[in-house]
């Protein structure tokens, strides 16, 4: 039998592709060649669960390296890959939960839309745990920037995510109604904001006040006989013969009395103001009658309410239901209202809890001596140097038996 080529023992195996052209290559192996050719080809569906688990499992050797790995660096791998899928596991049900109300939880782009982007965390995770975990391979710098700027930011995101998307999940119908109240208090606020307008003296009301009081001052101080008195009696106050008249029916182009005029203004500004403020007591009754503002604002404001909500009181848009939970998850939390988050804040405490550990435990390990020596380039030189001599005295014992034997090696 001849022998094949083998590397030489100053050539060490550079690379796995080294090790396995040599097994291919190799007479006394051809048998794995055939094995493998007459395989049956795996079917798509199970290639398809393979990828999404390697997807959605961090794999234990992706947390050390491949230079010499010990039993207990395999088993503290283990340990970290399970923590970290475990963790995401945790997060990405509550993040699914999030992407999924924000992307339309009706149709199934909605549903295929939130399983991408929450595969698509998951994948990022893993591949900062496992950049982190290759600090000890000699990029210390990468290996801080992804602890930084990667794990820890994206520990809180994912723990801030799954909270939001249980208090999404657990109170969208309080947040329907915490909407509309949002919406009704607004609407109730333009009210007083237009009532205090009207109640606000107006330009023109004034300069015609000013006219009738100093008009009013000039004619106290003249004689009763005074030529003028009689005159400015008239521009005030009008004709003795006019005092019937109702002067709300002509027009102000000079036609009204000073005087008149101010009152006309004045009665037209007060029933505005009666009119608004009985409005604004309306809406605030009819409010307490209901008891619920959204059927209020349906009721009574069915422009402002088909705006946001659909018929049966859902949000039109689910990017705003998102956005409203947001706002109200963190407006408690700013509070410390805890105890009213319910399960939301037990839920991100958790996640953060989790993440904590999971975060202590890729640096932790990343530092070990066991890991270092896996990503060694030393050991892996040494390694394969020694590989390459056991390779070539194996071709040479081959060859040996080939003589020996006559041609057979046994």
Known sequence: MAASASPPPDHPLTSPETLLDWVEHHPDLQHLKADQRHAAPRPIWRQLAGRIRGLMVASPADFHGTAYVTAATHKDSQLVASGVTASNWIDGAGNFSLFLFACGAGNLLGWITASLLTGLLFKFDKDICTTVARGRKGNHRVALVAILFGLVPLS????????????????????????????VNAVLDDQRRQLKRLEAPEAGTAAVKEQCRSGQATLSRLAYGDPRWMSLQVELYGEWSQRRTDWSRTTRSGQRPICVELKLLEDAQRQRVAAERELLERSEQKRLRFGNDQRFLQTSFPERFAATFEPDGTFRSPVQLVTVGIENFFTMLSRGQWAAMGLSIYVLSFSLITSTVVCALVIAHSRRPGV???WSDDVRQERDRWLAEQLKAYDNDAAAGDTDNGGRPW
């Open 156 to 183: 809180l995101l994912k723990s801030f995510g799954t909270g939001l998307g249980v208090e999404v999940l657990q109170n969208r119908t309080q947040l329907e109604q915490l909407q509309a109240s949002k919406i």
């Open 372 to 374: 270092a020596l896996s």
